[in-house]
């Protein structure tokens, strides 16, 4: 069974950090692009950072480039997103999706993660 | 904010048909790009429900159809049933924003 696993959420103070893995099971990890896609509390989807299957193209939503780094180690079946000078306005459930396709094109995400809840807040 | 704009809600009696609309722009939508849509059961993660020109990934039942006209699509939900209730998003990329779109969720609620 394909499967998407988040872990790492949790409270972290306004300026901190925090680093989300998501473990992948299922299909041939390295085959495919992946995405993180945040949801704000009783807020719609919001796109945050997609990368290639080999790892060397990565892209990211204006409202976390600079902040956020996306990664994956394809040894591990894992997937991450780094995220350093959080703000309130990150607070948001994490999801990790897949792409159906090893490149990241203008494609859907075909699975998703039950996602892992972030709140920034002092 | 979102860049695909949706209907807050829309509802219908069992067995009704339901029409959800997607509104882009030019850089999304209107540029070619494919439209995708999701239900998002209450306290769950999104699903896909049809992706590219209204195909359906495996268990999806067939009530459910994608169309794309210009700047907009639509999702239709046929033999409307309780169990559809739930947030539906439509979803595109805009070569402006260089990046993933979504709506802004749509609430279906069965009478």
């Known amino acids: 069974e394909v499967q998407l696993l988040e872990s790492g959420g949790g409270l972290v103070q306004p300026g901190g950090s925090l680093r989300l893995p998501c473990a992948a099971s299922?299909?041939?990890?390295?085959?495919?692009?992946m995405s993180w896609v945040r949801q704000a509390p009783g807020k719609g989807l919001e796109w945050v950072s997609a990368?290639?299957?080999?790892?060397?193209?990565?892209y990211y939503a204006d409202s976390v480039k600079g902040r956020f780094t996306i990664s994956r180690d394809n040894s591990k079946n894992t997937l991450y997103l780094q995220m350093n000078s959080l703000r309130a306005e990150d607070t948001a459930v994490y999801y990790c999706?897949?792409?159906?396709?090893?490149?990241?094109?203008?494609?859907?995400?075909?699975?998703w993660g039950q996602g892992t809840m972030v709140t920034v807040s002092s | 904010q979102s860049v695909l704009t949706q209907p807050p809600s829309v509802s219908g009696a069992p067995g009704q048909r339901v029409t959800i609309s997607c509104t882009g722009s030019?850089?999304?939508?209107?540029?070619?790009?494919?439209v995708h849509w999701y239900q998002q059961l209450p306290g769950t993660a999104p699903k896909l429900l049809i992706y590219?020109?209204?195909n359906r990934p495996s268990g999806v039942p067939d009530r459910f159809s994608g169309s794309k006209s210009g700047t907009s699509a639509s999702l239709a939900i046929s033999g409307l049933q309780a169990e559809d209730e739930a947030e539906y998003y439509c979803?595109?990329?805009?070569?402006?924003?260089?990046?993933?779109?979504f709506g802004t969720g749509t609430k279906v609620t069965v009478l």
């Open positions: 999706a897949k792409f159906p396709r090893v490149v990241v094109a203008a494609d859907a995400f075909d699975i």
């Open positions: 299922g299909f041939t990890f390295s085959s495919y692009a």
């Open positions: 990368i290639s299957g080999s790892g060397g193209s990565t």
């Open positions: 030019s850089s999304n939508i209107g540029a070619g790009y494919d």
């Open positions: 590219g020109k209204s």
């Open positions: 979803q595109s990329y805009d070569s402006s924003l260089s990046g993933y779109v």
